[in-house]
């Protein structure tokens, strides 16, 4: 069983089986802050937070799977996700903010989908 932590409303739709999801309605920095979070208690990343080739600022969508079961902290994931958070806002930092449409919010919705489930 995996956790699938995302605020992609096509995961939180098509989601269904063995794996946990947890929906944040919030934006591509707040899902990796979660995924930070649960770092913390001891889950380990097991898909990389800044998977495929849109750069955060791009899209606004992220997905990150990482393990249910807890043990102690994995310093690897940690590093990991904080590297990963640095990016997100030095490139939030750099891009003004974009006004999407519903068509390119659900390109970006499919994208992030694919990267998780193919």
């Known amino acids: 069983m995996r956790i699938i932590v ?3 409303p096509m995961v939180r739709e098509k989601c269904t089986g063995r794996d946990v999801l947890e929906f944040h309605d919030t934006d591509y920095l707040g899902v990796l802050t979660a995924v930070r979070d649960r770092i913390h208690l001891g889950h380990v990343l097991l898909t990389h937070p800044l998977s495929g080739s849109v750069k ?3 899209t606004f969508y992220k997905t990150v799977v990482i393990s249910a079961e807890k043990g102690v902290l994995d310093e690897n994931s940690l590093s990991l996700i904080e590297q990963s958070i640095q990016t997100c806002v030095k490139f939030k930092a750099s891009v003004m903010k974009k006004e ?5 919010l659900a390109d970006f919705q499919l994208i992030d ?6």
């Open 56 to 58: 955060p600022g791009e």
């Open 6 to 8: 995302t605020n992609n």
């Open 100 to 104: 999407w449409n519903g068509k390119i």
């Open 113 to 118: 989908y694919s990267l998780i489930f193919g």
